[in-house]
């Protein structure tokens, strides 16, 4: 891990910059590649992560190993992460002064890790980051803001009882990494919506 993305991780780590600190087991720093091509971004820790102290190892995030190995690709070539780090209780969704208090480490991420585009996972994500909502409207589309791209599809959790879901995360995937593999190609990456800042 790059030195940088190593000292974000330790901030996280011993963060108390919010009331999340107090009723998490542990924060959970983003992980994966940091030279990675792409950079994925979900919701909140939940109660596998918030006791294991990584990202998306409950059952969401065995629903994002499967997209992920269909495409072709083993999580470890990616980095992962969430707009907060530390767990809400009963994995309610994190109120605005908990995103905006965190949204600095995944700035700091982002900088750092500079990926040529960013998997937005599910609502919270797409309203985060680009003040986006029905996330399954948009769904499979990417974005240009301030020279960055972005990629949207559902999240994870939302695959679980849902077949067609995850029939979707799949093909989405799929998409995504495929537009990646056409970058080498010398192919730009179409753009779907462009927002203004
Ligand atoms: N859901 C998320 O949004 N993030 C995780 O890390 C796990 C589940
Ligand atoms: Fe710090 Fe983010 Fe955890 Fe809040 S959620 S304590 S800001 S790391």
Not at 8 to 28: A, E, G, W, Y
Not at 33 to 60: H, L, M, W
Not at 76 to 95: A, H
Request: proline share 5%; hydrophobic share 35%; net charge positive.
């Amino acid at each position: 891990m790059s030195q940088e993305l190593e000292k974000v991780k330790q901030n996280v780590i011993k963060c108390t910059k919010c009331d999340l600190c107090k009723t998490r087991i542990n924060s959970v720093p983003g992980k994966g590649n940091f030279q990675s091509d792409v950079v994925f971004v979900g919701e909140a820790p939940g109660r596998n992560e918030d006791r294991n102290g990584e990202p998306f190892v409950g059952v969401a995030g065995k629903k994002l190993s499967i997209a992920l190995e269909e495409a072709g690709i083993s999580r470890d070539d990616v980095y992962i992460t969430n707009v907060v780090k530390c767990r809400p209780p009963n994995n309610r969704v994190p109120s605005t002064v908990e995103r905006n208090t965190c949204q600095e480490y995944l700035k700091q991420e982002i900088l750092i890790i500079k990926p040529k585009i960013i998997c937005i996972l599910g609502n919270t994500a797409f309203n985060s980051i680009l003040g986006g909502s029905e996330i399954t409207k948009f769904r499979g589309k990417t974005v240009r803001k301030d020279n960055q791209f972005y990629f949207l599809t559902v999240h994870p959790a939302a695959t679980i009882y849902n077949q067609e879901l995850i029939e979707v995360l799949k093909k989405d995937i799929a998409k995504l990494f495929d537009m990646i593999r056409e970058l080498k190609n010398g192919k730009t990456i179409p753009v779907d919506i462009e927002y203004s800042s």
